[in-house]
């Protein structure tokens, strides 16, 4: 490398270093590729600002967050108001654990439906046949 910078601008061969048409190509290749490359850099960003909105993706997560809560909550919900009712229903009546056992089956199917209904995945009673 000390070579190259004292010589003069001569190789190792002694001759003077011009370049050849193989060098100029592949000059003109590297910044056609630093170009595209550039180019390619200024879209990235403004492709996801656009699709995002900026604060998109965080407002999506909690979306998500805040319907999979609503959810849980729901299926929790049916399950413990049917163990309820079972458990009055079998301190009144002395039916233990029939009614606990009952109700609480209930209470998961209904659960279960309303998680369904919310979700959008069951049918609401109507078919949409087109």
Known sequence: MANDTHNGGRGEDGRTDKPSADEAALSARLNSLDDRLSQTRKSRPARTDQSDGGTGNASAKASAMARGF??????????????????????????SPWGLI???????????INVMRTAGVGSSGTTDRS
């Open 102 to 112: 009952v109700f609480f089956l209930l209470g998961f199917v209904a659960g279960v």
């Open 70 to 95: 609503r959810l849980s909550s729901e299926l929790i919900a049916g399950v413990l108001v049917g163990a309820v009712i079972g458990w009055g229903i079998d301190r009144l009546l002395s039916t």
